[in-house]
């Protein structure tokens, strides 16, 4: 339905352009859909201003209006925060199922991946030393290009420099990190 109304409108609007028609008093929501939106404000900025009058069929008045509205936001606000707290519990609760705690010290070789580009395949790790620490997730690394950041555990890896210190590699130097 939505996109039947995209085209619609891109018609009209090559159609505008192809014959340089001049349409100021009217809206593209008004070509598009046939009518002028009517919203909270501008039953509110009508009845202010006096262009509406209401009578007798008018289902109820401006204030009546606004005020169900305030109280359906607030009921709506009420709903969301209620299952957004219900939603982050169980993102929590699937994301530790397979994370693990990480911790590094001060003078530990980490291995970070940095982007060399805007393309996520052309990313490089990068060896570094951990110099400070802001908190139990957040590192400053002092990179081997001479660069420092501050990176969170989730970006860093330790650095084995050799088989006896990574638990083995069927007697392989190990070059890269490991999660042993």
Not at 19 to 32: A, E, W
Not at 95 to 118: I, M, P, R, W
């Amino acid at each position: 339905m939505v996109g039947s109304g995209i085209r619609r409108y891109h018609v009209w609007f090559g159609l505008l352009v192809r014959y340089q028609i001049v349409l100021l008093p009217y809206r593209h929501i008004f070509l598009l859909f046939g009518r002028v939106p009517r919203g909270p404000l501008s039953i509110l900025h009508e009845a202010w201003t006096g262009e509406r009058e209401y009578g007798d069929n008018d289902s109820k008045p401006v204030n009546q209006y606004i005020q169900d509205l305030e109280t359906d936001m607030q009921n709506g606000r009420r709903y969301a925060h209620l299952h957004a707290n219900a939603a982050q519990q169980q993102y929590t609760k699937q994301y530790n199922k397979h994370a693990k705690d990480k911790s590094f010290q001060v003078g530990q070789q980490v291995v970070v991946l940095e982007k060399d580009s805007t393309h996520k395949t052309f990313a490089r790790w990068k060896q570094g030393t951990i110099t400070c620490v802001r908190s139990p997730y957040s590192y400053k690394v002092q990179l081997s290009d001479g660069a420092c950041r501050w990176l969170h555990a989730n970006k860093l890896r330790p650095f084995c420099g050799s088989s006896a210190e990574c638990g083995g590699h069927k007697g392989q130097t190990c070059r890269v990190w490991c999660g042993s």
